[in-house]
C-alpha cells in the first residue's frame, strides 16, 4: 500500500498558497480573519529570514535563533499524529493535550505553519518588478518576477528609466554650458546672490527646463527618484553647475 507523508492534514500546495495569501495580505496591510497584523509580521519575518539563508537550515538557526527558538518552543506543545487516508496515511501536528495555544492561537499558527514549509520543497520570492512586490513561489525559471506579464513590465519600465535618466544628463549639461557663458559675461559676480536672476536666464535659454526642475534636479530642495539622486553622473554634473553658480 502506498503511504503518503505530510506534516499537516493539508497538501503541501494548499500550505504554500496559505502562506503566500497570508505574506500578500502583510505587504498590503489587508486584515485575515482570526489571523491578526503581528502574525502576519512574524511570518513576513520568517519567510525573508529564510530567504537569506536558504536553503541552508544550519545558517538560518545560526543567524536568526531568536525565530527558531519561538518555532520550537511552539512544536514543543504539539504532538505527531496519524490520520488514515485512502491512498495510505497522513502525518500532521496537533496540540498536546492539556496544553492551550489559545493566548496567542495566530502566533501558534504561524510558527506551525512555517516549520511545515521549512520541511518541503517550495520557495518563495518577492516581485521585484517597481510597483508589484508580489510574494510567488520561486521556481527555477520564475525567481525574479512573479508573472511573464510582469516580467515585460519591469523591462518596459527599465528602458523608460534609462532614457529619462540620459533626458535629466542632457539638460543638467544646457544648463552647465549656458552657465558658464553667462559666467563668462559676468566673471566677477556670484550668481547664487540672485537666484531669481539665474534661474530666470535659465529658463528663458534652455529647453525645457523649468524653475520646478531646477529646484529638483540642481538645488535638490523636491524629491528626486532614487535612481537619479544615487547617480554618480548626476551628482558629478549637480557639482559643475553648483561651482559655476559661485564663480569656483
Known sequence: ????TAIR??????RLATILAWLNAARDGTPVQGV?????????DYVESWNDCAPNGLLWRGRYP???KAIQRSLAKTQLIIYPAVDGWIAAWDVRPGVSASKSADL???????????????????CQREGCGQYFEATQRKTTYCTERCGKMATSQAAKSDARHLERHRRMRSVLEFLRKLRQSEPDADLTDDESYWKDQVTRNVKRVTDRW?????????KSPESFTNCERCREIRGQILKALSGN
Open 108 to 126: 501558534f499558527r504561524v510558527d506551525k505553519l512555517f516549520a511545515d514549509f521549512l520541511v518541503g520543497h517550495a520557495r518563495v520570492a518577492q
Open 9 to 14: 492534514p493539508e497538501t503541501e500546495r494548499a
Open 1 to 4: 500500500m502506498k503511504h503518503t
Open 36 to 44: 491578526g497584523p503581528e502574525a502576519l509580521q512574524r511570518l513576513l
Open 66 to 68: 531568536a525565530f527558531w
Open 214 to 222: 531646477l529646484n529638483e534636479a540642481v538645488l535638490e530642495r523636491l
